[in-house]
């Protein structure tokens, strides 16, 4: 028989108004064990999912701790707000921590740098390079791998 245990996840939460900024919230989990609860915690609404240190905190608690928590997650208006303009409209107060700056952004899928084994035109990485050497003649092929 598999027991259901009760844990107390600590998330970091998005949607607080200022970029690269989280509040910690703690969420009830009921799970098998922690590593069933800390996924179960990653899949719930405005939790950071992609981040790898979405989970701050995870402890195993008791049935009546299990049931505060909850009853005090229902009271927070943070997590009732559906957009970032209702809450700036009901006036929600958010205790935003700013994320460590070691940590990179998320990425622009827009930028492409080169990397040493790839075929380069300065910064920028030449998907086909056969095709592109047809249509661009070149004189010199070390300007290519600046």
């Given at each position: 028989?598999?027991?259901?245990?009760?844990?107390?996840?600590?998330?970091?939460?998005g949607?607080?108004?200022?970029?690269?900024?989280y509040?910690?919230?703690?969420?009830?989990?009921?799970?098998?064990?922690?590593?069933?609860?800390e996924?179960?915690?990653?899949?719930?609404?405005?939790?950071?999912?992609?981040?790898?240190?979405?989970?701050?905190?995870?402890?195993?608690?008791?049935?009546?701790?299990?049931?505060?928590?909850?009853?005090?997650?229902?009271?927070?208006?943070?997590?009732?707000?559906?957009?970032?303009?209702?809450?700036?409209?009901?006036?929600?107060?958010?205790?935003?921590?700013?994320?460590?700056?070691?940590?990179?952004?998320r990425?622009?899928?827009?930028?492409?740098?080169?990397?040493?084994?790839?075929?380069?035109?300065?910064?920028?990485?030449?998907?086909?390079?056969?095709?592109?050497?047809?249509?661009?003649?070149?004189?010199?092929?070390e300007?290519?791998?600046?």
């Amino acid at each position: 028989m598999i027991s259901t245990n009760y844990y107390a996840v600590t998330c970091k939460c998005g949607h607080t108004g200022k970029p690269r900024s989280y509040t910690p919230i703690t969420f009830a989990v009921k799970a098998d064990n922690t590593f069933q609860a800390e996924t179960i915690a990653r899949m719930i609404p405005r939790v950071k999912h992609d981040s790898p240190t979405a989970i701050l905190s995870l402890r195993p608690v008791l049935r009546e701790a299990f049931l505060g928590i909850i009853e005090k997650n229902s009271q927070n208006p943070f997590l009732h707000c559906r957009s970032d303009e209702e809450r700036e409209t009901l006036g929600v107060k958010v205790r935003a921590i700013r994320e460590p700056e070691a940590l990179p952004a998320r990425g622009n899928g827009n930028k492409k740098h080169c990397r040493s084994s790839a075929h380069c035109r300065g910064k920028e990485i030449i998907r086909n390079f056969r095709t592109y050497i047809r249509m661009h003649p070149i004189d010199n092929e070390e300007e290519w791998y600046e």
